[in-house]
């Protein structure tokens, strides 16, 4: 017989981000990147497999159904104040699960390493603001954040959707409303969800996931209404999320949502983690800020992705930020190893991850001298003839 609770409790103590559990082998922990073994445990049965159901559906109808029926099921549990994020998939005709831990207290905003370009973009009046990443970038956890900084801030209605809720926020300076998507919840899907807060009277509304072209119309049309909209996109730079926007669409209809995305559209964050150099998590950012070039770009018959890289690059003084820069920055640092940083681009790219290398230490050598230069004559002056 399982223990599942056991399992539960040394994720909490090893600071585990998610739990796997599969029939045939032993639980495994994700701990900073790797996966490990769970201590003195065993295989996972079949029989293992349907009491972990039990314990997580915990006899809910409606849960119970959209699993049979769906064969997965995504829901939240509570253990010891800790919320964990339930994913529940189905082998062989027998549940697996994949628990993902959500801490109770949020880093602060300044220790995440997103940079400061995006916390003043959130006093957008209105627009479309997005998070992009692979799956386990800290997209959620940077949503959060910015709900938190907002809350903290400002004098805001928040309405957010998710599937499931993960962090609970609790109203400071804002008021914020927290709805969870799916049957037997609170809106049956996003696209739903979003076409209702143009009557719920919200200032910012943030949608957890934008996965379709229902979902992402009503977000437009929320950013046209004159809200503020903040949602997430899996999507692995600020060129393809373009890109996946426009080709929600069909083709005769894409140069119309081109001029839309080009005037609402204000920021996209693309984030990724990498295991730095002390073994912690580093983010990777790269920061779009959609100014009139990047407009142009985006209005154009045909999209060019390394148009809008370019672009990015370029853009410096008004925010933005390259994936090259990123990296190159981390690299100077000492946080991550060159070949860390060569794997997150394309070869030919290379020779421009290595010409920002030695700008960055020229810099950061010149600044050096110059603070030795400014220390001497201080003391210097502290000397009466």
């Known amino acids: 017989m399982v223990d599942i609770e056991k399992i539960l409790n040394e994720a909490v103590e090893k600071d585990a981000s998610d739990v796997h559990l599969i029939s045939g082998i032993k639980p495994f922990l994700r701990i900073k990147r790797d996966l490990v073994e769970v201590e003195k445990s065993e295989e996972l049965t079949n029989e293992d497999m349907l009491e972990i159901y039990d314990y997580f559906v915990r006899g809910n109808i409606d849960k119970d159904k959209v699993y049979r029926e769906t064969k997965k099921l995504d829901c939240s549990h509570v253990f010891q104040d800790i919320r964990l994020r339930v994913n529940i998939s189905t082998v062989d005709e027998t549940p697996v699960f994949v628990l993902r831990l959500i801490k109770n207290t949020l880093p602060k905003y300044e220790d995440l390493g997103v940079p400061d370009i995006v916390r003043r973009m959130m006093n957008q009046p209105q627009g479309l603001i997005l998070v992009t990443g692979k799956t386990n970038s800290g997209k959620t956890t940077t949503l959060n954040a910015l709900i938190n900084e907002i809350n903290e801030s400002q004098n805001k209605k928040i309405l957010t959707l998710e599937n499931p809720v993960e962090y609970k926020h609790k109203c400071k300076k804002s008021i914020i409303v927290q709805k969870e998507i799916g049957v037997g919840r609170d809106c049956l899907n996003f696209s739903s969800g979003v076409k209702n807060s143009l009557r719920e009277d919200c200032d910012i509304l943030i949608i ?29 730079s600020c060129a393809e999320t373009i890109d996946r926007m426009i080709n929600f669409y069909e083709i005769r209809d894409q140069q119309t949502i081109k001029y839309l995305i080009s005037s609402l559209l204000k920021l ?27 407009a142009g770009i985006i209005r154009k018959e045909k999209i060019s ?11 410096s003084d008004k925010g933005s930020i390259g994936l090259i820069n990123s990296l190159a920055e981390l690299f100077v640092s000492d946080r991550i190893t060159l070949d860390q940083a060569k794997s997150q681009i394309e070869e030919k790219n290379i020779e421009v991850l290595n010409r920002t290398i030695m700008q960055l230490k020229i810099k950061k050598d010149s600044q050096a001298k110059s603070s030795e230069t400014t220390n001497v004559n201080k003391n210097l002056s502290n000397y009466k003839l």
């Not at 996931?209 to 977000?219: C, L, S």
């Open 208 to 236: 957890g996931e934008i996965r379709d072209k229902e979902t992402m119309e009503a977000a437009i049309e929320t950013a046209e209404a004159g809200h503020l909209v903040i949602g997430t996109l899996h999507t692995k």
């Open 268 to 294: 996209v964050v693309s984030q990724r983690l990498l295991k730095g150099k002390d073994g912690s998590l580093v983010l990777v950012p790269e920061v779009m800020v959609v100014d009139n070039i990047v």
């Open 305 to 315: 992705v390394s148009e809008i890289e370019d672009a990015i690059q370029s853009n």
